[in-house]
């Protein structure tokens, strides 16, 4: 199960440690990272299968803990499991999509009015961010808007939206839609920096983004279906 790193201060508790063995605990945290840093690197297909004697041969990792990780994956909805076939990646389909946009919409507004101007957002220049780093910064900004709201819901339902349709920005910031999505990180990013200040602002800025991102649905989709008919990769490398 997924948890917000604030989750103690949300609900004003501490978090009772588990007894849980440090070395089983280990080689499953590892495991889950290991797969979770493979599925954000976009070097997997949506839809593709998830083989473990093949992945715990690439990672260089265990199957017992790589199976718990994937179990864990499936429950948190990072990758599908599907009875007497495996584990895939996540398919990646227009309806499903826009459903995911349609929550994370809802939540990243629902965030932004309960979000504190506690500490100051940090900026990096987008015209120096590689596409990857596009990306991801990108996301960062999502989630401190959500971990803003000291809400655990808001930031568990922003973490797997920024997850879910992370191949797409990825697709996005390799394509034409590159510059004009850098021009509008730059104008989000700006205008974080009244995070918890002035909402109206750093409102317009998330939804106009949201909206670029949006329209570019139907083009990243037919792009990465050509790859995947042609059974190349995003990136380099494939499992």
Known sequence: MWLCEKLAECRG?????????PPTRGKTEAAYDAV????????????????EKELASKLNIGRTPLREALIRLAAEGKVLSLSKKGYFTLPLVEWALLDSYAVGRNALTLALSHTSADRVYRTVPCDELSA???????????????QR???????????????????????????????TLRTSLATLTDAMAMLGRETSLVKSALMNHLDLEQRAIPHAIQEIGKKKMAGLSFSAGSL
């Open 13 to 21: 508790t501490e978090i009772q440690k588990l007894s849980v063995d």
């Open 149 to 179: 709201a000291s809400n655990c819901e808001a930031c568990l339902i922003v973490e797997k939206f920024c997850f879910c349709s992370h191949p797409l920005r990825m697709e996005m910031a390799a394509s034409e839609y590159a510059a």
């Open 36 to 51: 979770l840093q493979l599925l954000r690197s976009c070097t997997l297909l949506p839809g593709q299968h998830l083989r």
């Open 132 to 146: 990857a780093e596009l990306a991801i910064r990108t996301e960062a900004a999502f989630m401190e808007i959500g």
